[in-house]
């Protein structure tokens, strides 16, 4: 094989990877190595790749590849190859869940492009993770960290309490996009009130005279729980009957949420309001209100709370707006994650963000 095929580049940035590696398991000089096909298949690279990479090391002493024998740890110092090059890039691991088509669009889903501009000489790693593969995914991404580059921190959303319990293991800076579950470690949150949105929000509508409204929610995480209770309970302080409030879950599936609000719209006593977690299932129950005839802002007022930038909003919808901006607030996520690198104590562990009601006229 011509290992001057292989594009240098690859090698090198490879070579970091392994060099790393050994430097993070702490291997000694005389132990045993990965195989080239080892290599090719946990660092995800081709075969030529791999053994290009791991004969630059060989030919440092780093590694000692022994015919027939396997490949071992060499006696010379774990050092990249591109080790006197510039100081790497601070490194921010963001950590999303998928958009389903049609479906849910996830908070903060501007954050990474936010964070960017937070922190310019930082490298974001966006990492598009299905549920139940967090720990999976977080534990490689520090893995894949480049050679000596700083780890300014996690950046991560709702999630299950195995991401959390691990983030607090591997003790990394970290701050959660949203509400804790009970029971899990305490992590830095940014996020809204959702105890204070539902209340505003049902109290909203209830002052403009509705007494048979919708809930749409996402899922069933604690802020969804949370934000359903206070407007439960503004029902029950304003003195109207349980019957009043039809509460319903949709997940990612938007059609299903569009037929079912279509139907309760064309029943004679259709709901006069919809309450959504968030601007996609406004923008669904929009959609479901013009198929059975109904005006928005007319007929019937939609209103949702949920912490979406960048998200364009009609002027007739009833939202919670956040009054800081997305870059404001990354701002604020990059310092609580270098406060708790650099050691200090967090002036607000768990920020709120402030928020004004949307109403448009009638």
């Not at 060499?74 to 006197?84: I, K, L, Q, T, Y």
């Not at 049902?202 to 509705?210: P, Q, T």
């Amino acid at each position: 094989m011509n290992r001057q095929a292989i594009p240098a580049k690859l090698s090198v940035e490879l070579g970091s990877r392994l060099v790393e590696d050994i430097r993070r398991r702490k291997l000694e000089p005389g132990a045993r190595y990965y195989t080239t096909a080892e290599v090719s298949r946990r660092f995800k690279v081709s075969l030529q790749t791999a053994a290009s990479a791991m004969a630059r090391l060989a030919e440092r002493d780093i590694l000692v590849r022994l015919r027939k024998r396997g490949t071992f740890i060499g006696p010379a110092p774990a050092v990249p190859e591109d080790a006197s090059a510039a100081a790497p890039r601070p490194q921010i691991i963001l950590l999303m869940r998928p958009v389903a088509p049609g479906g849910y669009i996830p908070s903060f889903v501007g954050l990474p492009i936010f964070l960017n501009r937070a922190m310019p000489d930082a490298v974001v790693h966006t990492y598009v993770v299905e549920k139940g593969e967090d720990v999976d995914v977080l534990k490689q991404a520090v893995t894949l960290l480049p050679f000596g580059a700083p780890l300014i921190g996690v950046v991560t959303g709702d999630r299950e309490r195995p991401l959390y319990e691990t983030l607090h293991a591997l003790q990394v800076p970290a701050v959660v996009c949203g509400t804790l579950e009970p029971g899990v470690p305490d992590l830095p949150t940014v996020g809204l009130d959702y105890e204070e949105a539902g209340q505003t929000l049902a109290r909203c509508l209830i002052r403009r005279g509705h007494k048979r409204i919708v809930l749409q929610l996402a899922g069933a995480s604690e802020r969804d729980h949370v934000f359903a209770d206070s407007i439960a309970a503004s029902f029950t302080e304003a003195g109207l009957p349980a019957t009043a409030l039809r509460v319903r879950t949709y997940g990612n599936d938007a059609p299903v949420a569009a037929a079912a609000l279509t139907q309760m719209f064309r029943e004679k006593n259709r709901p006069t309001a919809v309450i959504s977690r968030g601007p996609t299932l406004a923008q669904i129950a929009h959609g479901a209100a013009e198929a059975a005839g109904l005006r928005v802002g007319r007929n019937v007022d939609i209103a949702w709370a949920d912490e979406s930038w960048q998200v364009e909003t009609q002027p007739y919808y009833i939202y919670i707006e956040p009054l800081i901006t997305g870059d404001e607030l990354a701002r604020r996520i990059v310092g609580m994650l270098e406060d708790q690198r650099a050691g200090r104590r967090l002036r607000r562990r768990h920020f709120k963000v402030p928020t004004r009601l949307h109403e448009p006229e009638r």
